[in-house]
């Protein structure tokens, strides 16, 4: 992977080579750098946001701008009307009880996981 991370932007696999051309971008999103190299690390461009700052609403409005931004948006309206009504009555109360385990009134233990997830996760 280092060798796609670097000037030369070719992945090496055993049988093939395979060229990552200059409007190609590669993302990690990892849980910790536990295992990475130190090589790896000194190519990539770090940026630590904590999800619990992240929030998901900026995604799923940008996620929804696609059809509110289309010429036939008439076309559309339903659709976008409809998707927003719906995130709006559950995807909240969703991650409240998953991550907090409140539902209105009602408090629970929260949700386990066997692999840590976040917010954005997810949605």
Not at 46 to 60: E, R, S, T
């Amino acid at each position: 992977m280092n060798s796609v991370m670097d000037d030369n932007r070719l992945l090496t696999l055993i049988n093939d080579r395979i060229r990552l051309e200059k409007f190609c971008s590669l993302l990690f999103e990892v849980y910790d750098l536990q295992y990475a190299s130190p090589a790896t690390i000194s190519r990539c461009g770090m940026v630590y946001v904590d999800p619990k700052q992240l929030g998901y609403i900026g995604y799923f409005e940008k996620w929804m701008s696609k059809w509110t931004k289309n010429k036939n948006k008439e076309q559309f309206e339903v659709l976008i009307d409809t998707l927003q009504e719906k995130f709006n009555s559950y995807v909240g109360p969703l991650i409240d009880y998953i991550f907090e385990g409140t539902f209105e009134e009602e408090v629970n233990k929260p949700c386990d996981f066997v692999v840590q997830r976040t917010n954005l996760n997810l949605v």
